[in-house]
C-alpha cells in the first residue's frame, strides 16, 4: 500500500469518528436541554392561541391561553369566560405548537406570579366565582383571602353580591384542591 493511500484511509477514517463524535455530542446536548423544559416553557409561546385541556374534576376546557405562570393557566374560553386553572390540575393539553420558549426566560418577577398571586388579584377584584376541585365538587360565593397554601371563600348563591346575610358557609380550600376557578 502506497503512503498516500494509507493517509488517505486515516483521514478518512479519522473524518468519519469525528463526524460521529459531533453527531453523538449534539444528541447529548439536546437532551440536557430537553430536560430543562417546564410545561410554562411549551405554554409562554401559544399565548393567544386556543387549546385543549383536560382538567381533573373539570373534564375538557377549551379556549385561548391568555396568561401563564409558574403553576396556573388563564383561558378565554369559547363564550367569553375565563378560567384560571391550576397547572397540577391539567391531565393533558392539545393544540401546542412545535415553537418552546427558552426555558427559565420568564424572568424572575414573573416567575413569582403563582397561583396564589393570581388568586389575590381576584380577591381585590371582589367578584363572585366558581370554584372546581379536583374531585368535581364545585362551590360559589366570593373569595375573601388568600394565605401562602389555601384560599378563604364566603360562599353564596350564584349572582348574589357577598352580604353578610348572604353568605350560608365560610370555608378554606387547599390550593392543591383547586381545579379551575371561574368567574361566576
Known sequence: ?????????????FGEAETADLAAEVTDRSRRELSLLRLVDRLRP???QPLV????????????????????????EVGGREALVAAPAVLWIGGLAAQTAVPHGEGQVAARLDLAYA?????????AVSLTL??????????????????EMAEHAPGEPRRHDAVRAVR?????SLAVVRRA
Open 53 to 76: 385541556l383536560r382538567i381533573v374534576g373539570a373534564g375538557v376546557i377549551e379556549g385561548e391561553l391568555r396568561a401563564v405562570g409558574p403553576d396556573w393557566l388563564l383561558l378565554a
Open 1 to 13: 500500500m502506497r503512503w498516500d493511500e494509507l493517509f488517505d484511509d486515516l483521514e478518512a477514517q
Open 119 to 127: 388568586l389575590r388579584g381576584i380577591v381585590r377584584d371582589r367578584s
Open 172 to 176: 378554606a380550600y387547599p390550593l392543591t
Open 134 to 151: 379536583l374531585d368535581g365538587a364545585t362551590a360559589t360565593g366570593t373569595l375573601d383571602r388568600v394565605g401562602v397554601d389555601f384560599v
Open 46 to 48: 401559544v399565548i393567544g
